[in-house]
């Protein structure tokens, strides 16, 4: 049986999952399916969206719209989004190739460094957030974890942060009133049977510090 360890594409995007059920080799973790929807943000959102989970607003496109429409697409972003927002490859892991953008004028040098990632796009609007984690385990029935909250060392929770300062951290667990970390569970159990997850995943999830929404 294998235990995959691997991040970003071709190690958690479905592909080297697909690979052992050709071989017909167990694995331990999300099969072919949920690997590759929850790799692309944006059908992973379009899917929670249409199921009635509260996401982020948001803006999606290719590289060839972006090429082709950057005024237009530009002035969707600053209407229907605002500044700051967040600008990220649809696949990628650990944070690469995302941006803060803060100002209009920063806005085509980020969508261009993550066209580099990604021939897809998503622009996020910012939210001034607590950043949650929950583990969630099992098949049919799983079962949500105590929640963490990651304490960023910079800005946001970049690859730097993750990665190289070692400065950011975990607490678990996380200062939530009881109802409301039960509410959030309760969501992340839903996301992951959404996306078909099967033995383990972590699901991320924000909290608006203005308002407590999830």
Not at 5 to 31: K, R, S, W
Not at 115 to 127: P, Q, S
Not at 183 to 202: F, N, P, T
Request: with cysteine; hydrophobic share 40%.
């Amino acid at each position: 049986i294998v235990f995959i360890a691997m991040h970003g594409p071709n190690g958690e995007d479905g592909t080297i999952q697909g690979l052992f059920e050709m071989l017909q080799i167990p694995y331990v973790g999300c099969g072919v399916l949920a690997s590759a929807t929850a790799m692309d943000k944006l059908q992973c959102k379009a899917l929670w969206k249409a199921a009635g989970l509260p996401v982020a607003d948001y803006i999606g496109f290719n590289r060839k719209a972006w090429e082709e429409k950057k005024s237009e697409i530009s002035k969707d972003i600053k209407e229907n989004l605002g500044f700051p927002c967040f600008v990220k490859p649809a696949n990628m892991g650990s944070s690469v190739g995302i941006s803060k953008v803060k100002k209009e004028t920063a806005l085509a040098d980020a969508i261009n460094l993550a066209a580099r990632f990604d021939h897809r796009i998503l622009v996020e609007k910012a939210i001034n957030a607590r950043e949650i984690e929950c583990a969630v385990l099992g098949n049919d029935d799983p079962i949500a974890s105590p929640l963490g909250e990651v304490i960023v060392g910079g800005e946001f929770y970049d690859f730097n942060d993750k990665y190289v300062n070692g400065v950011s951290r975990t607490e678990v667990p996380a200062n939530l009133p009881t109802k409301l970390a039960k509410e959030l569970q309760e969501v992340c159990i839903k996301a992951y049977k959404l996306l078909d997850c099967s033995g383990l995943a972590r699901v991320d999830s924000f909290i608006d510090r203005d308002n407590d929404q999830i």
